[in-house]
Every structure is written in structure tokens, then in C-alpha cells.
């Protein structure tokens, strides 16, 4: 373990979980054994989550916290009554709008980390708030003109006289991916669309969008969230018969990621030599930074990020929304900052969450040129083509996944 570069209290925290075992170590008792508030133990608690030095999990409903080098065999040793989180499984509907998983999913990250995921915000109701989004905000603008001056291009890479899957990951309302097939058809190729999401909603939306703009379309939807693995499994057998699959991954979309390298690894697993990825995201230089936090402040944005917290009790008024660019981190990041003590539930479980609180409601990191060509290539891609836009402020990368090497 990298436990000798630690300080002191997040030391004497490792020292404190070992010492009570993984059924016994939740936050109220470690404070008291350490004698600190829980208010100070806290951030250094989420730090060792972030970053690997201990996992969370649930006992009735109850986190419990264990060193993560232990982690693995935590079924073995700890009490009957312990389960890891990834054991509750299923997806049968336990509140509103998550299921069993995603509830579990929340409860921790918003427990922990102090993030509501963004991803729940596209479910049900909120497809319609990233229709509006997507529809006529400033980024969406962007990539639409990027797209049209540069898609030909990219088009001509695909070889010849093949069937392409446009296989669209975080779908939204399918728009962008509208203009992609529009120049397949104009090229002669025959295509399929297969967009992925997590929302059903978002799904459904692009699902008509795409058939009331290009009739007679196969579409093959698929709900899934691409953080929780590869999806091999759902694409490889759309190639049976000598079809490549065009992965999309528009919009943004991987700069809202906690784990970017992961969800690229993910969707490198899901692709065979002979298929592409396009990715879209928007870049910058320090001297644009004021610029791109304006693209966040606005109604509609609010409206889309805000929508989980207003599912589990938080109201706008409860809270001040604030969006600020993290320098450190180069993204632009959306927060609410708590007015006063609250009580969440979510499911069975519970968080407490103390005034002056800020919650991570979503990241939009950006990259400069090297860093995403850096974290691509990293992730096990190489680039078939590169575009960006006069400014340099957005860019489209076609990319395919490398074979292994030593
Ligand atoms: C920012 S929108 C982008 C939509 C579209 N690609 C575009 O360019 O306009 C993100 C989309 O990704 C989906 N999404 C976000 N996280 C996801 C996840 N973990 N798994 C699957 N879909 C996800 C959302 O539901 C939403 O449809």
C-alpha cells in the first residue's frame, strides 16, 4: 500500500478501519475512537475513497468502510450480514425513478464522494430537459457546425460498399447522430441505428427522432450503462454478417465522466479491430475558461442537473447553485451548496448532509489537444482522423483500438 505518503489523521483513519474490521468501521465510530468531529473526517474519508485507499459498503442498508486491499476477500471474513454493494443487483424499480443498483449508486456517491451522478439526470421526465439542452445550447451549436463542414471526411475513411451499425452511446436526442447518417445515405452506404443509454427515455425520444427523419431505418435500442462494463455482448453480434460498428460518443458526454479512462476501456472491449469511434468534445486554453463556465450557467442547464436533487428532497431553495472552473482539474464543475441540515432518503438507506455542503452536480472537463490525444491513446486507441474547429475550441476524433503490444 501507498499508506507511507499519507498524513497524519488519514493515516491514523487506515489504522482506526483495521483495527475495528469492516463490520464494525462506519464514519460516526471511527470519529469517536478517534475523537474528531465527523464534520472534519469527512473530506479525508472521501479523499481515501477517491482514490482507491478504502471501498464502501452496505449493511442493511447501513456504510460500513474497508480498507480496499482487503476488500476482495470481505465476504469471507466479515459477518454473515455483510454485502458487498455490487451484490445488490436486479432492476426492479425500488424508488421513483432508480432501480436497486443506481439507488445504491447514488447513496454512495452522494455519501461519499459528495457527487450526484449526472447520468440519473437523463432519466424519464429528464429527457425532455436535455431535449432543450441539446436542442439550442451553445455547445450543441459548436458541434453541429463541426460535424457539417468535416463529416464527409470522416465518412470516406469507412471502407467501401460495408453495412455500418451507428452504434450512438449516450444517445440524447439522437441529433447529432441524424447528420452522421444523413451523409451515410447520401454515400450509399446501408446503415442501422443502434443508440445506447442508460435512460429509456432518452432512448425512446432519439428512437423517433432518427425514424421521422430517415424512413424505413432498422433501430436497435439498447439501455445500458457503459460505466458498468463492456457491452461486447450487445454489439458484437450486429457485425454477423461482415457489418462494423461506428461507435459514437457525441456531445461532451466523455468530459461528464468521474472515470474517463474507464468508460474508454469499456468501450475499446466492445469494438473489434475493424470497427471506429468517433468521440466529440469541447477544448481549451486558460485564456478561454471564462467563455466556457457562461455556456453553464443558464436555465436549462440548472433545470438538467438539478433534476436527481429534486427527486430526493432537495429543492432549489434549499440550496445555491454555483458554477465555478476548477483550475487543478480543468473542468467546469456545477455544485449546489446547502442552506442548512438535511436528512436524505433514498430507497431503505439515508445520508446526511450538513449546511454549507457543496455537491458535485457535474463536471464538464476539457482537454487540451495533447490531453485528449494523450487519454486516447493511453485508453488503447489510435487516431484515424483528427478536426477541430477554427478556434480550436471543439474536436471530433475518429479512432480505432490498437492490438496489443509489449
Ligand atoms: C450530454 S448528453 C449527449 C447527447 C448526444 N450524444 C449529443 O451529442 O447531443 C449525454 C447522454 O449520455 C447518456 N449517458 C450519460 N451517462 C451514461 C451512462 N453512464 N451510460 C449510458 N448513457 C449515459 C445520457 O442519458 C444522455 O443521453
Redesign the pocket.
Known amino acids: 500500500m501507498r499508506v507511507a505518503k499519507l498524513d497524519g489523521i488519514k493515516l491514523r483513519i487506515l489504522e482506526m478501519i483495521k483495527k475495528l474490521g469492516a463490520a464494525d468501521a462506519y464514519q460516526s465510530r471511527i470519529a469517536k475512537e478517534l475523537n474528531v468531529s465527523r464534520q472534519l473526517l469527512t473530506p479525508h474519508i472521501k479523499w481515501l475513497l477517491k482514490r482507491g485507499y478504502i471501498k464502501m459498503y452496505l449493511v442493511f442498508g447501513q456504510k460500513r468502510i474497508a480498507l480496499a486491499d482487503i476488500s476482495e476477500s470481505l465476504p469471507l471474513i466479515a459477518q454473515p450480514e455483510i454485502k458487498p454493494l455490487h451484490y445488490i443487483s436486479g432492476n426492479s424499480v425500488a424508488s421513483g425513478f432508480l432501480n436497486r443498483r443506481q439507488e445504491a449508486e447514488l447513496l454512495t456517491s452522494l455519501g461519499t464522494m459528495g457527487e450526484i451522478?449526472?447520468?440519473f439526470?437523463?432519466?424519464a421526465e429528464?429527457?425532455t430537459n436535455?431535449d432543450r439542452?441539446?436542442s439550442k445550447g451553445d455547445i450543441?451549436i459548436i458541434?453541429r457546425k463541426l460535424i457539417i463542414s468535416r463529416i464527409t471526411q470522416f465518412i470516406n475513411v469507412l471502407p467501401k460498399d460495408s453495412r455500418i451499425n451507428v452504434v450512438?452511446?449516450?444517445?440524447?436526442?439522437?441529433?447529432?447522430?441524424i447528420m452522421i447518417m444523413e451523409e451515410l445515405k447520401r454515400k450509399g452506404f446501408g446503415f442501422a441505428y443502434v443508440p445506447?443509454?442508460?435512460?429509456r427515455a432518452?432512448l425512446d425520444l432519439?428512437g423517433e427522432r432518427v425514424r421521422s427523419k430517415i424512413g424505413g431505418l432498422k433501430v436497435n435500442k439498447i439501455e445500458?450503462?457503459?460505466?458498468?462494463g463492456n457491452f461486447s455482448d450487445r454489439i458484437y453480434d450486429l457485425t454477423g454478417e461482415g457489418e462494423i460498428n461506428l461507435l459514437?460518443?457525441?456531445?461532451?458526454?466523455l468530459g461528464?465522466?468521474s472515470d474517463r479512462n474507464r468508460?474508454l476501456t469499456n468501450f475499446k472491449e466492445s469494438m473489434s479491430s475493424k470497427d471506429f469511434l468517433i468521440v466529440?468534445n469541447e477544448l481549451t486554453n486558460v485564456a478561454r475558461t471564462a467563455r466556457i463556465v457562461a455556456h453553464y450557467n443558464n436555465k436549462d442547464v440548472s433545470d438538467l442537473v438539478y433534476l436527481t436533487a429534486a427527486r430526493i428532497g432537495i429543492g432549489r431553495a434549499d440550496t445555491v447553485y454555483d458554477v465555478s472552473w476548477n483550475e487543478r482539474l480543468y473542468q467546469v464543475e456545477m455544485c449546489m451548496v446547502l442552506k442548512k441540515n438535511m436528512e436524505i432518503k433514498i430507497g431503505s438507506g439515508r445520508v446526511s448532509l450538513e449546511k454549507g455542503e457543496r455537491i458535485l452536480l457535474a463536471r464538464s472537463k476539457k482537454f487540451t489537444e495533447w490531453a485528449f490525444t494523450k487519454l486516447l491513446s493511453k485508453a488503447g486507441f489510435r487516431t484515424v482522423l483528427f478536426a477541430s474547429n477554427e478556434d480550436d475550441s471543439y474536436v471530433l476524433s475518429m479512432l480505432q483500438p490498437t492490438r496489443y503490444t509489449n
Do not use: R
Open positions: 451522478p449526472l447520468k439526470a437523463y432519466l429528464g429527457a436535455w439542452v441539446g450543441s458541434q450512438d452511446i449516450g444517445c440524447g436526442n439522437g441529433a447529432p447522430a445506447l443509454d442508460v435512460s432518452m432519439a445500458f450503462d457503459f460505466e458498468h459514437l460518443f457525441l456531445g461532451n458526454t461528464n465522466q468508460v466529440a
